[in-house]
């Protein structure tokens, strides 16, 4: 076999790659639980990883340049290459959302935890549900179901809808949970993003299985 | 994908020598003013496919072809046709820069006095020398000897050479193998100005270098019985991003060749 090297490092390169998603669906599932469970601890340890996940993008970024430097890829070497550089960008800012849900709930500080978090735990299944899709489909190079991936954005979509306007409404009737609402919007804002980004990942896998970039016609 | 103005087109070409079939059913568009590249492994046949364009092969006693070779629409087999003259029209540089013995001007001139050439001859060499980014080089040297030259020059100066009889097509069979990577590149920026006016194929080994310089790439490949089909032909951008063909994939990419 020839180019055997190229092939376990490429074969590292994603296993890195997945890595760092599984801390990223970490870090979403630990930020949701502190906002439930308004453990402000936890949250604080959401945002510290934080640094982690940066760190590790700009390490497959660093290997992917390595291999683009010294290899010479091209076809799906290079496809493959191309779409792990975007896809831990994408990660890192997923990561980021977490972090910004975990800053939410150290924002609300001691807010009793009674009080209903309306749609969000559904909307934060739904999107870690499409993210964890999205890098199964990487990893099996299933195109089928990247394409679902994409077409499940717009479920998301209406439920972030959904929570915006019951936010809005909760707003109107009492002036005094205009600051929670507030905190909560931006929480579901977060989690509608993160399902943008799965959706972005799944079209970078779509690329690599096919060669095809959404809206770029190929002879 | 090329159209019907090809420079040059195979139909249905198969190659043999004596009993050996060598090259089978090759259907092939070379585009005008466009660079096609052969690629493939060793022995895939590239370089006598790029022969049957200027019918060098005829020089071997045993070849034998089937099918058709179109030069602009003419048959170039057909008994009508001198090979002589074709050789004229679609010039041939070599894998190693095999300049004459004789001076860098001569070297150029050989061509146009056996084709009794009767305009200005010296502003046909200065014209042919400067197309081929030689001129500046070697104007004032112009009756030394052209095996003082390096071997990048020494090449420019064959494409000049070749330049020189007006040709339609240049045929190129690994014209930088013996070459540096500096003299290298240089050719290749020479091949992509020429391809303004000349239709050219070049037949490389070097993946890298057909992904650099060609507008489409065809790559060839010996089946168990080393008898070479065309694999894929395609734009080379969707080659080298994006082959249909699994073979052509594992080819470029090193798995295998």
């Known amino acids: 076999m020839l180019r055997a090297d190229f092939d376990r490092n490429l074969k590292l390169l994603q296993d890195d790659l997945i890595e760092l998603g599984n801390l990223v669906g970490q870090a979403i599932t630990q930020a949701m639980d502190a906002l439930k469970n308004r453990d402000l601890a936890a949250s604080q340890r959401v945002v510290a990883e934080d640094d982690v996940i940066d760190q590790k993008r700009f390490e497959l970024e660093d290997q992917c340049i390595d291999l683009i430097a010294t290899q010479q890829p091209i076809a799906i070497d290079l496809r493959t290459l191309m779409a792990v550089l975007h896809i831990s960008v994408e990660l890192e800012r997923v990561g980021d959302y977490a972090e910004g849900i975990a800053k939410v709930t150290l924002m609300m500080g001691d807010e009793p935890a009674s009080k209903p978090l309306f749609d969000l735990p559904l909307l934060a299944d739904k999107a870690s549900d499409m993210l964890g899709r999205s890098l199964d489909a990487l990893i099996l190079r299933d195109a089928g179901a990247a394409e679902q991936v994409c077409e499940d954005d717009d479920q998301v979509d209406n439920l972030y809808k959904k929570v915006y306007r019951e936010l809005l409404t909760d707003m109107t009737r009492d002036p005094k949970s205009i600051r929670r609402a507030t905190y909560l919007l931006w929480v579901a804002h977060d989690l509608e993003r993160i399902a943008d980004r799965a959706t972005n990942i799944a079209e970078r896998v779509i690329f690599l299985v096919t060669g095809k970039l959404p809206g770029v016609n190929q002879s | ?257």
Not at chain 2, 39 to 57: E, H, Q, V
Not at chain 2, 127 to 151: H, N
Not at chain 2, 195 to 203: L, M, N, P, Q
């Open chain 2, 1 to 257: 994908m090329v159209d019907g103005s090809a420079a040059v087109r195979a139909i249905d070409l198969s190659v043999y020598y004596g009993s050996n079939q060598v090259i089978s059913g090759v259907n092939l568009d070379v585009a005008r003013h466009k660079i096609t590249a052969i690629i493939g492994p060793s022995g895939s046949g590239k370089s006598t496919l790029l022969r049957c364009f200027n019918r060098m092969n005829d020089l071997i006693p045993s070849f034998r072809m089937s099918g058709q070779v179109l030069f602009e629409g003419r048959d170039l087999y057909a008994p009508d046709v001198d090979p002589t003259e074709i050789r004229y029209q679609v010039g041939m540089v070599f894998q190693r820069p095999n300049p004459f013995p004789k001076s860098i001007f001569d070297n150029v001139a050989f061509g146009p006095r056996i084709n009794g050439f009767h305009g200005d001859l010296e502003a046909l060499v200065e014209q042919s020398l400067r197309r081929a980014a030689l001129f500046d080089e070697v104007k004032d040297r112009l009756k030394s000897s052209a095996l003082t030259l390096s071997g990048g020059q020494q090449q420019r100066l064959c494409i000049a050479r070749a330049l020189a009889v007006r040709p339609r097509v240049i045929l190129m069979d690994e014209p930088c193998s013996s070459l540096d990577p500096m003299a290298t590149l240089a050719i290749e920026e020479l091949m992509r100005e020429l391809s303004e006016d000349y239709s050219i194929v070049i037949v490389t080994h070097n993946m890298q270098q057909a992904a650099r310089v060609s507008d489409f790439t065809a790559f060839l490949m010996g089946d168990e019985k080393r008898v070479a089909e065309l694999i894929e032909f395609d734009e080379t951008r969707q080659i080298f991003t994006n082959p249909a063909d699994e073979r052509t994939e594992a080819y470029i990419t090193g798995r295998f060749g």
